[in-house]
């Protein structure tokens, strides 16, 4: 089975641009993560879908958001972005009938902020 | 927050068995213990999970205290390729909530 991947694998936008990532989850895993990893605050979640609805969130604000097709595959979007956004952006998906499946992450997107 | 404390790093000699503590005083009976590693710039990695009962698979062993506040992962014979991040996760629900975690460096 091919891993998650995830799309572009480095990204380069300047302040108040907006961005958006793509993640393709294993084939068929329904559930899908986003997670953020900076230097400074480690790795922390961000959104949590499964079968196009977001099950769970964490406390980012509201220019961080995302979406999940049909086909499982989802999107983050990040507007008027923010130096501080500058970081890896990584894609964890599982099969996720169970609460405590297995995550398999991707390689993640690294974002640069100018 | 992150429910869990590791120590900073360690260092293991090839070969040998690194052994990593990880405290989780606050553990709840549903808590769910995780370890992943990242290997520097890739995504982290699953490593094994448990939640009373110790646990072994093809990777390492997960030995968890009666009590359940700490754990440690075992990998029972370290290679290079072993140098790592590794993390702890006590795990609610879908929501990795990933803390610092422990820099092993293997040295040959």
Redesign the interface.
């Given at each position: 089975k091919a891993g998650v991947t995830q799309t572009p694998r480095y990204l380069i936008k300047t302040r108040g641009q907006q961005v958006t990532l793509s993640c393709s989850p294993i084939s068929g895993h329904r559930s899908v993560s986003w997670y953020q990893q900076t230097p400074g605050q480690g790795l922390q979640f961000l959104f949590e879908y499964f079968s196009e609805t977001q099950r769970n969130k964490g406390n980012f604000p509201g220019r961080f958001s995302g979406r999940q097709f049909s086909n499982s595959r989802s999107e983050m979007n990040v507007s008027t972005l923010e130096l501080g956004d500058s970081a890896l952006y990584l894609c964890a998906s599982s099969p996720g009938e169970s609460s405590y499946n297995e995550q398999f992450f991707g390689p993640g997107t690294r974002l640069t902020v100018l | 927050d992150a429910k869990t404390t590791q120590p900073t790093s360690m260092d293991c000699a090839e070969g040998r068995a690194a052994n990593l503590p990880c405290n989780h005083s606050t553990i709840s009976g549903n808590e769910?213990v995780y370890w992943y590693r990242q290997i520097h710039s890739?995504?982290?990695?699953?490593i094994i999970?448990g939640l009373k009962n110790n646990e072994t698979n093809e990777m390492a062993s997960l030995i968890i205290t009666e009590d359940r506040k700490s754990s440690t992962l075992i990998l029972p014979h370290a290679t290079l390729r072993d140098t790592a991040v590794y993390?702890c996760i006590v795990?609610v629900?879908?929501?990795?909530?990933?803390?610092?975690?422990t820099r092993l460096q293997v040295f040959p």
């Open positions: - | 769910y890739q995504g982290p990695q699953y999970h993390y795990r629900t879908d929501k990795l909530i990933f803390g610092t975690g």
